[in-house]
């Protein structure tokens, strides 16, 4: 079945108890055996619980994969897939994933003993050079943040299965989600998502999922789901169960709404710089057309400064003015945000990284809603006009 089928009806039937046609949310945390260890498949809800198993099958169907798990957070998933690592293990990192993402890594897991190198994904030789006959990881994220860089799936799993057979590729696939994109079908063993952002789309749960088809890292997975405690409640899994449904619609209109301001945004002169995978001036353009459904909802640009003063001024009078846009940090939901990474999702790297990877102070980071594009659009073009 297509996508769109799938998002509403994968993993789900009517309740076979009273025959509700949407998924009901059990909070039981725990479940009635008929004798000691003699129950209908649920003990205690850290364990399983069917609300999230329902989503975690809908999930494992979207991204053509056979088994789901979903998490506490998009972090919690994060830290459960490198708790599957011996300590000591060597793992190859994209150079500006998440920063949640790097902090993992950087505070948590190297101190207790993993190995990590950073490379810029979108540069095979860097890759290959940094992979050994050990690596135990390869961890990337393809539309990176905010600079929306793009890493080629396909040439960098071969490449990977070619240099470190024993590793497992992982593609953190929020900015795409699998209408755009599915790694698993380009090679990846597993996908991560912050189901906060597209997968649930409203603002309203924090929450992560996984799926792969590799059964022996899903037992593994499984287990520490459960020995870790990284779960979500069924309440959250039931609101993004309920978002899953409209993701393929939403995604076409995120999509729509991105490329048109985008268009429009790289004939401002206000503006230096558009950063949107959908355009053709994006340097791997011809790689989104051959990867991805469509550019997303993410458009990043650089603001010119005004007359009156410096650009992180004019940024800041900028995002102060938007009405409809409202200026905070997260991104995929149904109202659009902008924010200032320099100032706020990036402000923890250090400078002299931010302008190597190329964020400056003028650099704004879209997340483009479900709103009238006319109105996004006037509410953008105000802003330009009275931040000068
Ligand atoms: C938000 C985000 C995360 C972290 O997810 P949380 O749900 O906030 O823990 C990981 N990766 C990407 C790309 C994100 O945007």
Known sequence: MKLDTLAIHAGQHPDPVSGAVMTPIVLSSTFAQEGPGNHKGYEYSRSGNPTR??????????????????????????????????????????????????????????????????????????????????????????PTNPMLKLADLKALCADTAARAPGARVVVDNTFATPVLQRPLELGAHAVVHSSTKYLNGHSDVVGGLLVTRDDA???????????????????????????????PVRMERHGKSALHLARWLETLPDVARVYYPGLPSHPQHA????????????????????????????????????????????????????????????????PETRALLGIDDGLLRASVGLEAVEDLQADLARAFEVSR
């Open 53 to 142: 198993n329902t989503l975690e099958a809908c999930a494992a169907a979207l991204e053509g994969g056979a088994h789901g798990l979903a998490f506490a957070s998009g972090c919690a998933a994060t830290t459960v897939v490198l708790h599957t690592l011996p300590p000591g293990s060597h793992v190859v990192c994209g150079d500006d994933v998440y920063g949640g993402t790097f902090r993992i890594l950087d505070k948590v897991m190297v101190p207790l003993g993993l190995r990590v190198s950073y490379v810029d994904m979108t540069d095979l030789g860097r890759l290959r050079e940094a992979l050994r006959p050990d690596t135990a990881l390869v961890w990337l994220e393809t």
């Open 217 to 247: 890292f899903a037992e593994r997975l499984r287990f520490l789901q459960n020995a870790l405690g990284a779960v979500p409640s069924p309440f959250d899994c039931f609101l993004v169960l309920r978002g899953l449904k409209t993701l």
């Open 287 to 350: 790689l989104c057309q051959q990867q991805m459904a469509h550019g997303g909802g993410m458009i990043s640009f650089v603001l010119r400064a005004g007359p009156r003063g410096s650009v992180l001024e004019r940024s800041r009078r900028f995002l102060a003015e938007l009405k409809v846009f409202t200026c905070a940090e997260s991104l995929g939901g149904v109202e659009s945000l902008m924010e200032l990474p320099a100032v706020m999702t990036h402000a923890s790297v250090p």
